[in-house]
């Protein structure tokens, strides 16, 4: 069962979605937080930005190291609308956060838990905790409804 400061920060992350939803970008949001405090806000940008990097995940990771002047964030947890890809899972443990929280899974390229787990893989030096399901139906709805508005444009 989520904490009420869980539901708080990923309703921010849902707004980051939103964000990325009216710039046609898939509606993924994420917020870093450090000593129960925002310090950086994240939404999907890659395809305004032209950079295969942009998840909302990098962006925040992106701003957080540069609101604390550095890379390593150990005490810190992103929230993230959508489980991790691998791109993000990676850059994820190099920042050694502690905790990542997301919403909906991916079963197609998720790997917090659905495709891979990286997380949970022994061999590797830093162990993140991670905490799924936080307002799932709605962080799925918004991207099942983003998805089927796109089809109907397309059609």
Same mark, same amino acid.
């Given at each position: 069962?989520?904490?009420m400061?869980?539901?708080?920060?990923m309703q921010?992350?849902?707004?980051?979605a939103?964000?990325?939803?009216?710039?046609?970008?898939?509606p993924?949001?994420a917020?870093?937080?450090?000593?129960?405090?925002?310090?950086a806000?994240?939404?999907?940008?890659p395809?305004?930005?032209?950079?295969?990097?942009a998840?909302?995940?990098?962006?925040?990771?992106?701003?957080?190291?540069?609101?604390?002047?550095n890379y390593?964030?150990?005490?810190?947890?992103l929230y993230?609308? *959508?489980?991790?890809c691998?791109?993000?899972?990676?850059?994820?443990?190099?920042?050694?956060?502690?905790?990542v929280?997301?919403?909906?899974?991916?079963p197609?390229?998720?790997?917090?838990?659905?495709? *891979?787990?990286?997380?949970d893989?022994?061999?590797?030096?830093?162990?993140t905790i991670i905490?799924r399901?936080?307002l799932e139906?709605?962080?799925?709805?918004?991207?099942?409804?983003?998805f089927?508005?796109?089809?109907?444009r397309?059609s």
């Amino acid at each position: 069962m989520p904490n009420m400061r869980d539901i708080e920060f990923m309703q921010l992350a849902l707004e980051q979605a939103r964000v990325a939803q009216r710039i046609n970008e898939v509606p993924v949001g994420a917020v870093l937080v450090l000593n129960d405090r925002v310090i950086a806000l994240g939404h999907n940008q890659p395809i305004n930005q032209n950079d295969p990097s942009a998840h909302a995940e990098m962006v925040a990771l992106r701003l957080g190291g540069q609101a604390v002047g550095n890379y390593r964030l150990p005490d810190a947890t992103l929230y993230v609308t *959508l489980e991790p890809c691998m791109m993000c899972s990676g850059a994820i443990m190099h920042a050694r956060l502690s905790r990542v929280v997301y919403g909906a899974q991916d079963p197609k390229t998720g790997c917090a838990h659905s495709v *891979l787990n990286l997380f949970d893989n022994k061999q590797l030096n830093h162990h993140t905790i991670i905490e799924r399901g936080v307002l799932e139906t709605e962080c799925s709805q918004i991207l099942k409804d983003f998805f089927k508005e796109r089809r109907l444009r397309n059609s």
